[in-house]
């Protein structure tokens, strides 16, 4: 017998398959765990966010785990060589300080403010997206007040007619003076999960049908251009990376992710601090990440974008200026 109710996968395992699409090798193992982990480990926290300041409000949420103590494939945000998973980043897209998210029960988006300080005159633009990336649904939602420490429902999306199996939802959060706060995508099936609550346990609830997200197998190619610079900022080195899809591009970028490496052929750069990663972007869009980093004389490192449609690219770095020292 296992030593553990949680010694086997087999439930990810099943549900991953019957979700996106039976495994075919490892790495596309790989980009599907790496896929699902991002959605559900967000989905755990927005769910909490979403109900903060409700009626009946969440009281807490218990996340297990951050790391392992040894090395592992499962249950982490980071792994033991420090390396950021698809999950510490669906955790860190949650936790944003201002955030605008979906939620899958309601199908409402929802504003959440961990700060302290209320927000005024916020603006919201909602997307519907199909597989090919026609907008379906788009609606802006401006002036809206947000209170310190609270959460509030601004829109409930529709379901538009003629959506792909697989359809896209795009979230942007905005500033009064339209400087960008937060953005969000999600991957939906029009076929949801179908649970057995009746027959749920304390660990498990049975799946009767699974959300049918295999078109996502299907994208086309997608074509990302990526500008990287380097700064030295005393001990740290801070790498800036823009990723733009062409207007030319004839598909989404879905999860696009960044690793820096000090050389060619060396390992990935860990610890890394990233303000965002595992990105999506259409055709025109454009996002800027920075990573921060253990600095390290005399080398020359490159960039290492990958993503679920587009096959792993090396860009080199272009060193700027060191960061001006100010005294206090």
């Known amino acids: 017998a296992d030593w553990s109710t949680f010694a086997s996968i087999a439930p990810f395992d099943t549900a991953l398959a019957k979700r996106y699409g039976a495994p075919k ?38 996340y297990w785990m951050l790391n392992n103590a040894w090395p592992s494939l499962h249950w982490h945000l980071y792994d033991y060589f420090m390396n ?7 955790a860190k897209k949650a936790n944003e300080p201002l955030h605008i998210q979906y939620s899958y029960d309601t199908r409402d988006v929802v504003l959440v403010n961990q700060t302290l300080t209320g927000e005024h005159g916020l603006q919201a633009r909602l997307r519907v997206r199909n597989l090919d990336g026609s907008v379906r649904y788009e609606r802006r939602v401006q ?31 905005a500033s009064a003076d339209a ?5 969000n995508v999600y991957w939906l099936p029009t076929q949801p999960d179908q649970l057995d609550w009746a027959h749920s346990n304390w660990y498990l609830t049975p799946v009767t049908r699974y959300a049918d997200l295999t078109a996502l197998q299907s994208l086309p190619a997608a074509t990302s251009e990526v500008r990287a610079t380097l700064q030295h900022s005393g001990a740290e080195d801070v790498a800036t990376v823009t990723l733009t899809v062409p207007a030319s591009s004839t598909a989404v970028a879905l999860f696009q992710h960044v690793s820096i490496r ?31 980093y253990a ?34």
């Open 25 to 62: 090798n490892l790495a596309d193992y790989v980009a599907k765990a790496q896929l699902e982990n991002y959605d559900n480990v967000r989905a755990q926290f927005e769910a909490y966010n979403a109900h903060r300041d409700a009626a009946n409000p969440s009281t807490g949420v218990i």
């Open 84 to 90: 950021p998973a698809g999950a510490y980043f669906g």
């Open 143 to 173: 002036n809206i007040d947000l209170p310190g420490n609270g959460a509030r429902q601004v829109a409930t999306l529709p379901t538009p007619d003629g959506l792909s199996p697989t359809y896209f939802v795009e979230l942007e959060l």
């Open 179 to 183: 400087r960008p706060i937060s953005r």
């Open 262 to 292: 000090r050389s060619a052929d060396a390992d990935a750069v860990v610890p890394i601090l990233w303000s965002d990663n595992d990105v999506t972007l259409w055709p025109g869009e454009s996002v800027t990440l920075t990573a921060r």
């Open 295 to 328: 600095g390290q004389a005399n080398t020359t490192p490159v960039v290492e974008v990958s993503g679920w449609n587009a096959p792993a690219r090396s860009y080199p770095v272009v060193a700027q200026p060191a960061a001006q020292e100010h005294s206090h």
